[in-house]
């Protein structure tokens, strides 16, 4: 296990700085003191993450009686990864398709079934690193292709087998945006062009690199044709988006958990609360959360406070 991290920590950074566009929030400092009983909650950056990130944050407040730092918003995938790794923070919520395809020893397989790529990926995270994963929430926010309506209409792409037809009949004469984290993932853009066998002529595509969170205003003002998104991101339907079809089920299922360092057997207390949380959450609940921070402007830990609440976790 020791030489798989030591091998994994070598990576440098590089990577870690890929995800940093969006919103921000807490931030004490990933690198100061947290003192006696004390855990550090991170999150990745966008509107979801940082709300699960503060429901763990509340939740850990409310129902124990350690100090809870707040280090949301960190940044990107391996960023929060290597930093509860290296036990600079305590926990954060990271989606199993993610974790399956992006954190050594990295697995190209795709497995269908929602609870054996949990159990698949909990076990990666205790043999090769000794971190816990705990409950899952059910929801599945995958990635998605998103198009605007009349360009689907003018085009008949509908699925992305169409979509990779339709480029490689030499259609690459349209604007594409999307993250830079998705441009370099295994499970995202270069695996796409792979899987569905258009990777040879994707390079002619006209791609702009924007901000995720951007992406969907910019596809429904017809600054581009297709882009990338998530699929519980409420301005798919705040804007009338089409979604391209995954028919061949290139993308793997992304459900959020928890994934704590050994600050757990330290602080037994908190995997009743943390487990609560997940198990709660459903598709229409989320989008419905992501919905008052994103469009409605609601402070992100407002809301993951009142949910809980709700829901009587707190």
């Known amino acids: 296990m020791n030489s798989t991290r030591r091998d994994f920590l070598k990576l440098g950074g590089g990577a870690a700085a890929t995800a940093g566009l969006g919103a921000t929030a807490g931030c004490t400092s990933v690198l100061g003191a947290t003192g006696t009983d004390a855990v550090k909650v991170s999150s990745m950056r966008f509107p979801e993450a940082?709300?699960?990130?503060?429901?763990?944050?509340?939740?850990?407040?409310?129902?124990?009686?350690?100090?809870?730092?707040?280090?949301?918003?960190?940044?990107?995938?391996?960023?929060?990864?290597?930093?509860?790794?290296?036990?600079?923070?305590?926990?954060?919520?990271?989606?199993?398709?993610?974790?399956?395809?992006?954190?050594?020893?990295?697995?190209?397989?795709?497995?269908p079934d929602a609870e054996k790529l949990y159990e698949a990926v909990k076990r990666k995270f205790e043999r090769h690193y000794g971190l816990a994963y705990l409950n899952r929430a059910p929801f599945n926010n995958t990635y998605v292709l998103i198009a605007d309506r009349t360009w689907v209409e003018q085009t008949g792409v509908q699925t992305m087998s169409d979509f990779a037809a339709y480029v490689k009949q030499g259609n690459t004469d349209f604007t594409a945006?999307?993250?830079?984290?998705?441009?370099?993932?295994?499970?995202?853009w270069p695996g796409l062009t792979k899987h569905y066998g258009f990777d040879g002529v994707a390079n002619e595509l006209n791609i702009r690199t924007v901000s995720p969170s951007l992406a969907y205003q910019i596809v429904a003002t017809s600054d581009a044709n297709v882009g990338m998104g998530f699929s519980t991101n409420p301005q798919i339907l705040q804007y009338d988006?089409?979604?391209?079809?995954?028919d061949q089920g290139f993308?793997?299922?992304?459900?959020?958990?928890?994934?704590?360092?050994?600050?757990?057997?330290?602080?037994?207390?908190?995997?009743?609360?943390l487990n609560a949380i997940g198990p709660s959450l459903n598709t229409e609940k989320i989008i419905r959360l992501n919905k008052a921070v994103l469009l409605d402007g609601r402070d992100p830990q407002r809301v993951a406070r009142e949910y809980l609440q709700t829901e009587g976790l707190i």
């Open 177 to 188: 945006v999307m993250g830079p984290e998705f441009q370099q993932r295994s499970d995202g």
């Open 50 to 111: 940082i709300l699960l990130g503060y429901m763990a944050l509340e939740s850990l407040r409310a129902n124990t009686d350690l100090t809870v730092h707040d280090e949301t918003g960190l940044g990107g995938t391996v960023m929060n990864f290597r930093a509860v790794d290296n036990g600079e923070v305590d926990l954060f919520w990271f989606y199993t398709g993610g974790a399956w395809a992006t954190i050594p020893p990295k697995k190209e397989r795709v497995i």
């Open 251 to 273: 993308f793997p299922i992304y459900n959020p958990a928890p994934m704590v360092s050994d600050a757990i057997e330290r602080y037994p207390t908190m995997a009743e609360p």
């Open 241 to 246: 988006l089409a979604t391209i079809e995954d």
